[in-house]
């Protein structure tokens, strides 16, 4: 019998994700893990194929995508320009205008991520760093946490592009984005939120944030 008929039999090799706290705030809403299974493992995501318990007390099936973690940074050099990229991605078939991401390799916190991503994929080093906010991109399907930092003080040095990455930058002004944001070019959700929080700085809704990491 396997794991997916029997309820019981939980890997617990797998450890559980889910928040030992939610069960307490949200009683009438909290799931808990039954039985866990890794249904594939690739490169670097993994797929779990779990049984949950619902807050009635029913059991249901979740599938959802296991990633390491993510960080991006929106570089800003001294003119206030924004440096972007255009990247084809194979899932949805197209290529997007993003600002610079990754995902992190075993053992680094995001900003090292994002330290390393920035000389990677742009050639550039950045001298200050601010954490701008912390999103969940996928909450629906995938455990993806992703830190979104400000990066400037921008000096170049050598791009060092992964193997089968291809990736052109290119530096535009906030209100360019802006500009694609309404008009529904801007699609990628890491950059439509990038440019919002900007947006609040640059109006003075909102205070720049420290640059002290």
Not at 28 to 50: I, N, P, W
Request: glycine share 6%.
């Amino acid at each position: 019998m396997s794991k997916q008929q029997n309820p019981q039999a939980a890997d617990t090799a797998i450890p559980d994700h889910i928040d030992p706290t939610v069960a307490k705030q949200y009683p009438s809403l909290a799931e808990s893990t039954v039985s866990r299974e890794v249904v594939y493992e690739g490169r670097f995501l993994k797929v779990r194929k779990d049984v949950a318990r619902m807050p009635d007390g029913s059991t249901n099936t979740r599938e959802f995508i296991m990633h390491p973690g993510a960080a991006a940074m929106v570089p800003i050099d001294a003119d206030g320009r924004i440096l972007i990229e255009r990247q084809f991605r194979y899932g949805p078939g197209r290529v997007y205008v993003e600002i610079p991401a990754g995902k992190k390799d075993p053992g680094e916190t995001s900003l090292e991520t994002a330290k390393r991503e920035l000389v990677e994929e742009t050639g550039y080093r950045a001298r200050r760093w601010a954490h701008l906010t912390r999103i969940h991109p996928a909450i629906g399907f995938a455990d993806e946490v992703m830190d979104i930092y400000l990066a400037r003080d921008l000096e170049k040095v050598e791009r060092s592009l992964d193997v089968g990455e291809f990736v052109e930058i290119e530096w535009v002004t906030l209100g360019w984005l802006v500009d694609e944001l309404r008009a529904h070019r801007l699609l990628d959700v890491k950059t439509q939120i990038a440019v919002h929080w900007l947006q609040r700085f640059d109006d003075g809704s909102l205070p720049w944030p420290t640059f002290d990491l």
